[in-house]
């Protein structure tokens, strides 16, 4: 992986956007990319993997339509974030996230409440003590939070995220690896005149055919 910070190339994930597929479908290579190397997942499960993080504008774009596709995806896919990043700031939003989520607090609606919290409310959070009053007011226990943050398996959760980051070789966000093998992003066969929201579903497009292209081991 590139060693470029995921702040910035995040931002240019989202500035072009997918063309229209080639007849035929996704076309690799331009609509998707083939890992080197195929990462672990869980036996008899098709795993998507999305790379974000909360400060991302492109991210906040997505994350509606990746929501509502969640819901439709099929029994024997499962799905799971990971939040990245090299600034100082975006390892305290990481550690948020795994600290949430290590509570059992990771809700969809808290989840929307953080982005919502940074893109539409100004929310900078950019020590301990605004994420901990950021979480505060989402309606997560403050004490537990705190405990989790500081936690040794929080810690490994953000090492382990990272890694993962670069082995899937996802240098912007956001960007979705499917089935431990390919990698497609909104910012992938790009067309300028198509809007933000084209760009998130024809992502979700690719990523259905990527979905149907791990069954069959291609």
């Known amino acids: ?20 597929h080639a007849q035929g479908g996704p ?65 305290l939003h990481q550690r948020m996230y795994y600290a949430l989520e290590a509570m059992g607090a990771l809700t969809p609606a808290v989840h ?25 007011k989402l309606g997560v226990d403050t004490a537990k939070f705190k405990a989790a943050f500081a936690s040794f398996g929080v810690q490994s959760k953000l090492a382990q995220g990272q890694k993962l980051a670069e082995q899937s ?16 992003s909104p910012g992938m066969g790009a067309n300028p005149n198509q809007s933000e929201a084209e760009h998130g579903k024809q992502a979700i497009a690719v990523a259905d055919f990527l979905i149907k292209l791990s069954r069959g081991k291609g």
């Open 169 to 184: 070789g996802a240098d912007s966000v956001p960007a979705l690896v499917v089935g431990g093998r390919f990698r497609t």
């Open 27 to 91: 076309v690799e290579g331009r609509h998707y990319a083939r890992l080197a190397q195929p990462l672990p997942g869980t036996p008899g499960k098709i795993e998507v993997v999305e790379f974000f993080f909360y400060k991302c504008p492109h991210c906040f774009a997505f994350d509606p339509l990746l929501e509502a596709w969640l819901h439709q995806l099929p029994a024997d896919v499962i799905f799971r974030r990971v939040p990245v990043g090299q600034q100082a700031v975006l390892k």
């Open 112 to 136: 929307s409440g953080i982005f919502n919290a940074f893109h539409r409310q100004g929310v900078d959070a950019n020590d301990e003590a605004a994420i901990t009053a950021l979480v505060g």
């Open 1 to 20: 992986m590139r060693r470029r910070d995921f702040a910035l190339v995040g931002v240019a994930a989202g500035l072009v956007a997918p063309a229209a």
